[in-house]
Structures are given as C-alpha cells and as structure tokens.
C-alpha cells in the first residue's frame, strides 16, 4: 500500500502547479482522499478532500483556488493549484485512512514573490 506524490516546484506567486498522488495496492475508488500541507514551523494541515461519490471540501485558504479531483480509473488524485501565494509554499501530502492512515511521500511547492 503505497502513495506517491508527485508536481511539485517552484513557481512565481500567481503561477499555477498540478500535484498528483498516484496509489498502488489499493483502489482508491472506495475511499475519501486528502491533500494536507506543511509549511516550516507549522502544524500539518488539512487542504482538501475528495470522497468516494466525489464530493469536495476545502479549507477557507485555498477555498476558490485550488480544485482535488480523483481518477479512479488511473487509481490517482490530484490537486490543481491556481493564484499560488508565497503562503502556500509547504510539503504536500497525500493521504487516506484504509482505516489506517497511508501517507504520501510528500512533494515540495515553493512560491516566490
């Protein structure tokens, strides 16, 4: 059971990035899917989620700018991330609970000003 996420970079503030979060050893179609972020210093925090029906939630900083989808046929999740801000920059984290929590690697955004 593995995640593997993957797009991450260094992009100016305004740009765009898309993460994806490729599952092996389970089918992703049967469970709700998480990004989370961690910038240096802070807690682990959730971003955004996609349940099994494809229903999404956001958090309030990136409500409006960022989009989760999921492609069960691919087994894979990702993160379209528009109007990136400095603030945004952290590791990314891709996530689900089998129950057990599965953790993706992680990939870095960094933006610039």
């Known amino acids: 059971v593995q995640l593997q996420a993957s797009g991450g970079g260094l992009v100016q503030a305004g740009g765009s990035l898309r993460l994806s979060c490729a599952a092996s050893g389970f089918m992703i179609r049967y469970y709700t899917m998480k990004w989370y972020r961690q910038a240096p210093g802070k807690q682990r925090e959730s971003v955004a989620t996609?349940?099994?029906?494809?229903?999404?939630d956001y958090s309030d900083s990136v409500k409006g700018r960022f989009t989760i989808s999921r492609d069960n046929a691919r087994n894979a999740v990702y993160l379209q991330m528009n109007s990136l801000d400095p603030e945004d920059t952290a590791v990314y984290y891709c996530?689900?609970?089998?129950?057990?929590?599965?953790w993706g690697q992680g990939t870095q955004v960094t933006v610039s000003s």
């Open positions: 996530n689900t609970k089998l129950p057990r929590d599965v």
């Open positions: 996609i349940s099994s029906g494809s229903s999404t």
